[in-house]
């Protein structure tokens, strides 16, 4: 299949053009045209086109890609990486704020559904789920965890209850004030200083499950689209980052 076919279709399905971002949403760097095989993962970086040439593919589809809004440099370990995948004739795609609020397939809302809820009113790239019953905040930690079982998660507990959940995916700390009064559960990838005792004075659950840990379920949906509806040969590389 033709990369141009490729970005065309995932255009269609996260319509990149409704948002303002750090970055291009769609072909980065084009490489050959005739794609068979797609490496998916959350990062550009070295290890992963590293293992992506192992696994022989055509393209990469990453969350996060090159950044760079208005400007471009090419110096550095961006150079590098950039150099080796032109060097090798690879496509780099990536789709970074439509991919975290897709309502489909974007991460917050997948890490919702996991969690058994539905994405309701929309918080940035975030949604709000919210529960028929309050559960036990112990259970609700424990359905956390099958769901990052290997993540170590740093959480501000200040209700033993859990009914109204906000996910918002990455480095998305600063966002908590902007659901006070909303919800008494907020899940994000990164934590500020100030968090702990926004979070106490709020009232509301603060849970930090990792920012690459909470933006791997995106991408992993794109490939299975790659898979189901075009015929392609997908491969998720994760490398692993704790932060």
Same mark, same amino acid.
């Given at each position: 299949?033709k ?14 053009w ?7 949403? *769609? ?14 993962g959350?990062?550009f ?5 590293d ?9 990469l ?7 760079g809004?208005?400007?471009f440099s ?5 150079? +590098?990486?950039v ?8 496509t780099?795609? *990536? ?6 609020a897709? +309502?489909?397939?974007?991460n917050?809302?997948t890490?919702?559904?996991?969690? *058994?809820?539905?994405p ?13 019953e309050?559960v ?7 359905r ?25 995916s990455?480095g998305?700390?600063?966002d908590? +004030? ?7 559960t907020?899940?994000?990838?990164e934590v500020?200083?100030?968090? +702990? ?11 930090n499950?990792g920012?690459y840990?909470?933006?791997?379920? *995106? ?14 040969e997908?491969?998720?590389?994760d490398v692993?980052?704790?932060?």
């Amino acid at each position: 299949m033709k990369i141009f076919e490729i970005e065309n279709y995932l255009n269609e399905i996260l319509e990149p053009w409704n948002y303002t971002d750090y970055c291009y949403n *769609g072909i980065q760097i084009e490489g050959r045209h005739e794609v068979k095989k797609v490496a998916v993962g959350v990062s550009f970086n070295k290890a992963f086109i590293d293992h992506a040439l192992e696994e022989r593919v055509d393209m990469l589809l990453v969350h996060h890609g090159i950044f760079g809004s208005g400007f471009f440099s090419l110096k550095g370990y961006i150079k +590098r990486r950039v150099e080796k995948v032109i060097k090798n004739d690879l496509t780099l795609m *990536g789709y970074h704020l439509p991919l975290d609020a897709h +309502r489909e397939y974007g991460n917050n809302a997948t890490i919702l559904k996991l969690l *058994g809820l539905e994405p309701g009113e929309q918080v940035e790239v975030g949604y709000i789920g919210e529960y028929e019953e309050a559960v036990s905040f112990d259970d609700f930690y424990k359905r956390l965890k099958q769901i990052f079982p290997n993540q170590p998660i740093l959480k501000y507990v200040n209700s033993d209850f859990v009914k109204k959940v906000c996910v918002i995916s990455g480095g998305a700390a600063g966002d908590l +004030r902007k659901v006070e009064g909303k919800v008494d559960t907020f899940i994000t990838g990164e934590v500020k200083e100030q968090t +702990r005792d926004e979070a106490r004075e709020m009232g509301i659950n603060f849970i930090n499950a990792g920012h690459y840990a909470t933006e791997t379920f *995106g991408v992993k949906n794109l490939g299975k689209l790659l898979e189901e509806n075009l015929g392609l040969e997908v491969v998720f590389i994760d490398v692993w980052n704790e932060v």
